[in-house]
């Protein structure tokens, strides 16, 4: 019984087992062998035959004014995107939770559309509704404010690539926020409710403080994500203009499309670095809250 | 006695409900516009799909101007759209199916199954978890080259057959199930195969769900892998082929553009309206909630 057991135990694992050995065990390793060696897109052929160089490609990824300008990107997305998405999600989350009766579900389903669409397919009317003479600078335009050229801009091009990344996202954090939420007993907000507290002092006093485990959760995961935000200025900027919304994800595509598999593979074990601290931040988080 | 006291307590609530009320109204009309302005992007792609392509840009042509299905003619007489569509459902296909089969069979054998090893297996679905798709898809690509799997399905799918994501809801439902059920099955002399496909696998339909629509949705709105895994046009994903199309420096036809726009959101908005209930299911048993 227990050999026939350990055997269709790694039957049924065999699968898992050997597409993570393939796909995703001996690339990671090959990964870091290649951030230390000179290797190109010339060297696919035979990819053994490459000259180690030990730590040059750090070296050079750290020094290029490139690389750094696009961690400043991607750190000036999450700044602005982190903040917003959990302050919009949770507002709305609130008002689903505890401020409607009807259509919640509806209110719910409409908000997390974002989520699940194809950016790529939205980028294509994202660039239209912020076109020169599109429908954003017409809606300006009515109220008498002459709109720039938002994707052409070095200065809006960003702001309006971050907007991009907050509408995809704010849904999947309310979901997570509307959980959070649940597991707070009504009985604290009657309570409240009795000794006079109005809907903003509720909010304040009961819903944030309780909600910060949830906040923090959301906070490593927008972070993660951003981190690693790649389509959408890929779809409507390419990284342009003049390299203002080439992301971290971006510079390292780049990288590997000029055929630099060593540079592309020592920036992301760089990036790696920091996601793999985040993500144990948000561990630690997640034990905290079971 | 009561019955005055009735009389006069119970206006009193009813004139302090009516801010309440005049607050849900704006609390109701805010979300509403936040709907509108949420879902404006998708509402626009649609009605521009029916749009000539001269009449997209131009503004307030929206209750004025023509209707027409030309867009969509236009894209399946495309000598290769058909073919993107049809590379994004076989390979979506593949990846859903597998996910379903093969992670379920994963999840079976490390929630019940005793195996030598079997915390090493798990602990290699937690790795790959955390590992970014970020991280990995120039080395994998090396990999994939080195197998001569560029610009074949077998590249496109092999990667994601199995996804940690799915052994991981699988293992967590399987792990609820009563082992006496299996206890049982054994001793009337069903093997572990019988057991699972008879038994463990017809028991699974929420966690199939809900791994086949997260696998459906992640394979279907791809974009990094299969851009760098299709490099011959007759290999693009939808994605892809949006991408490469939106991106051309050439004059470019807002109307397929938008046609096709719409025919890669539509299948999966469908799917999230009529299983939406197992989408937060997935978020819930990943561990997020």
Redesign the interface.
């Known amino acids: 019984m227990q050999r026939s057991q350990a055997i269709a135990g790694w039957a049924f694992s065999l699968p898992f087992v050997l597409v993570f050995l393939v796909f995703s065990a001996w690339p990671i390793l090959w990964s870091l062998f290649m951030s230390f060696t000179n290797m190109t897109s010339r060297d696919l052929r035979d990819p053994f035959y490459v000259d180690f160089v030990g730590l040059e490609n750090f070296a050079r990824v750290l020094g290029d004014p490139d690389f750094r300008r696009a961690m400043l990107v991607t750190a000036a997305i999450a700044v602005v995107a982190v903040p917003v998405t959990i302050v919009v999600a949770l507002l709305i989350a609130v008002a689903l939770n505890r401020g409607i009766r009807r259509f919640k579900t509806f209110f719910r389903t409409a908000f997390y559309v974002p989520v699940v669409t194809s950016i790529v397919a939205i980028a294509v009317v994202w660039t239209l509704l912020f076109d020169r003479n599109g429908v954003v600078n017409g809606l300006l335009d009515t109220v008498g404010i002459d709109g720039p050229d938002w994707l052409g801009d070095t200065t809006w091009a960003l702001p309006t690539v971050t907007l991009l990344v907050i509408w995809r996202l704010f849904g999947l954090i309310m979901v997570l926020f509307l959980a959070g939420l649940q597991a707070i007993p009504d009985d604290l907000y009657e309570a409240a409710e009795i000794d006079g507290a109005g809907t903003w002092r509720r909010l304040f006093s009961i819903t944030v403080p309780l909600m910060v485990p949830s906040i923090l959760l959301a906070t490593v995961l927008l972070t993660v994500a951003i981190i690693q935000v790649f389509e959408e200025p890929y779809v409507i900027t390419q990284g342009g203009p003049l390299g203002s919304t080439t992301s971290a994800a971006m510079y390292i595509f780049n990288e590997f499309g000029y055929g630099r598999y060593a540079a592309a593979s020592a920036a992301s074990y760089l990036l790696f670095a920091f996601i793999a601290f985040l993500s144990f931040l948000q561990f630690r988080l997640l034990r905290s809250r079971t | 006695m009561s019955a005055a006291t009735d009389e006069t307590v119970r206006p009193a609530p009813a004139t302090g409900r009516d801010p309440d009320r005049l607050?849900?109204v704006v609390?109701?009309a805010?979300?509403l516009l936040?709907?509108v302005i949420?879902?404006s992007?998708?509402v626009?792609?649609a009605a521009?799909s029916f749009r000539p392509s001269g009449e997209?840009?131009r503004?307030g042509s929206w209750l004025t101007g023509t209707w027409t299905g030309e867009n969509f003619r236009a894209l399946w007489s495309d000598p290769l759209f058909p073919r993107y569509f049809l590379n994004s459902v076989v390979v979506s296909a593949a990846i859903v199916a597998?996910n379903i089969v093969?992670?379920s069979?994963?999840g079976?054998?490390?929630a019940k199954?005793?195996?030598?090893?079997?915390r090493l297996?798990f602990g290699?679905?937690l790795?790959?978890f955390?590992?970014?798709?970020?991280?990995?898809?120039?080395?994998?690509?090396?990999?994939v080259?080195?197998l001569n799997m560029t610009n074949t399905y077998a590249g496109l799918i092999?990667?994601f057959?199995?996804t940690p994501l799915g052994?991981f809801v699988m293992r967590q439902f399987i792990g609820q199930l009563p082992d006496e059920l299996l206890e049982a099955a054994?001793i009337d002399g069903a093997?572990?195969?019988r057991i699972?496909f008879r038994i463990v696998f017809p028991l699974c339909r929420p966690a199939i769900a809900t791994v086949g629509i997260l696998s459906f949705?992640t394979s279907?709105?791809n974009?990094?892998w299969p851009l760098?895994v299709a490099q011959r046009e007759e290999m693009y994903t939808?994605?892809v082929a949006?991408?490469t199309l939106?991106?051309s420096e050439g004059a470019v036809s807002?109307g397929p553009?938008?046609a096709?726009?719409?025919v890669?959101?539509l299948p999966?908005?469908i799917v999230?309206?009529f299983f939406?209930r197992y989408?937060?299911a997935g978020?819930?048993s990943t561990?997020?909630?």
């Open positions: 607050a849900r609390l109701y805010l979300l936040g709907v949420t879902l992007p998708l626009w792609t521009s997209i840009l503004q597998g093969l992670a069979g994963v079976y054998a490390l199954l005793p195996f030598p090893g079997r297996v290699a679905v790795v790959t955390m590992i970014p798709s970020l991280m990995l898809f120039v080395p994998l690509f090396v990999t080259a080195f092999l990667p057959l199995v052994v054994r093997g572990e195969g699972f949705v279907w709105n974009l990094l760098v939808l994605p949006l991408a939106s991106s807002y553009l938008m096709g726009s719409l890669t959101i999966i908005v999230f309206i939406q989408f937060v978020i819930a561990g997020i909630k």
